[in-house]
């Protein structure tokens, strides 16, 4: 009696199992599928957001000298985040660029792994939600919202480099201490058509960080402009000094001492790797 009244069981658990864990995760699979390729995505773009702005500058250096023909690789906030989506949504087979000559759209030229079928009787559409009221498929930024700023080296051993670097900071020699890069990269997410996935609100962010050196040489004026600041004859680089030293250039053996031969304070920036010695901009440079 009691193996009669269990006939059918499996076949009830079966069917259980198939209606709300096997089908249900079907369903899902192309979905988590797309949702993993946005993440990796968002974790790209944070990484290449922090790098980028260890190259690009939002303005001149400490110490830039003033005078034409100086070029520092400078890029606004929203510059450099209008490249994302042409470097790392974009369809395969596109080429990257610093400069495209098409207009970005949301629809047609992003990835088909962040496109998915969002409502019943729709073509398929990018999963990325808009943050605006009224999406903007031809801003680049309709989709994302970025961050990256700089800030000081953290820990103990950050701090005691601060210190010293400010110590020097008093023979002038500055150098930029918010070397710490910190960069984040986030999109929401399309809700799907069913339940109970009409409502999740999933938001996507990568995060990355970054610790530069504080020593960006624009050039060899740049460094000559720097370096000079920590040699201490420069100090004694004055009318005064130079006047006696021609006077006592007069003398024979007080030749070598002349203003042209003896330069106080002489930086020759050309000992330098030739790489670092060109000058932002022209040819053979980033021109």
Not at 35 to 49: K, N, P
Not at 222 to 227: A, P, Y
């Amino acid at each position: 009696m009691a193996i009669s009244s269990q006939r059918g069981q499996a076949l009830v658990e079966s069917i259980i199992g198939l209606s709300f864990v096997v089908i249900p995760l079907l369903i899902m699979m192309p979905f988590l599928s797309k949702i993993t390729g946005a993440q990796h995505r968002a974790e790209q773009a944070a990484h290449y957001s922090a790098w980028e702005r260890t190259v690009w500058k939002e303005r001149n250096p400490d110490q830039m000298p003033s005078r034409s023909g100086l070029y520092v690789a400078k890029r606004s906030e929203t510059e450099l985040m209008k490249q994302i989506p042409w470097r790392f949504y974009q369809t395969d087979g596109q080429q990257i660029t610093s400069r495209y000559q098409d207009k970005w759209d949301w629809q047609q030229n992003v990835h088909p792994l962040l496109k998915h079928q969002m409502e019943q009787d729709t073509q398929q559409a990018t999963i990325l939600k808009s943050t605006q009221e009224s999406p903007n498929n031809q801003n680049e930024l309709d989709r994302l919202t970025a961050t990256n700023r700089g800030g000081d080296t953290p820990g103990l051993y950050g701090k005691s480099v601060e210190k010293a670097v400010d110590l020097i900071s008093y023979t002038g020699f500055d150098l930029e201490l918010d070397q710490y890069y910190r960069a984040s990269v986030s999109t929401d997410l399309e809700n799907l058509y069913l339940a109970p996935f009409d409502n999740l609100n999933l938001k996507i962010k990568g995060q990355s960080a970054l610790l530069a050196s504080g020593w960006n040489a624009a050039g060899p004026h740049h460094v000559e402009n720097r370096v000079r600041r920590l040699v201490l004859t420069n100090y004694m680089d004055v009318g005064v000094i130079r006047t006696a030293q021609r006077l006592v250039g007069i003398i024979p053996f007080g030749k070598e001492l002349k203003p042209n031969r003896l330069k106080l304070g002489f930086v020759k920036p050309d000992v330098l790797p030739s790489n670092r010695l060109c000058t932002y901009g022209t040819k053979n440079c980033g021109g």
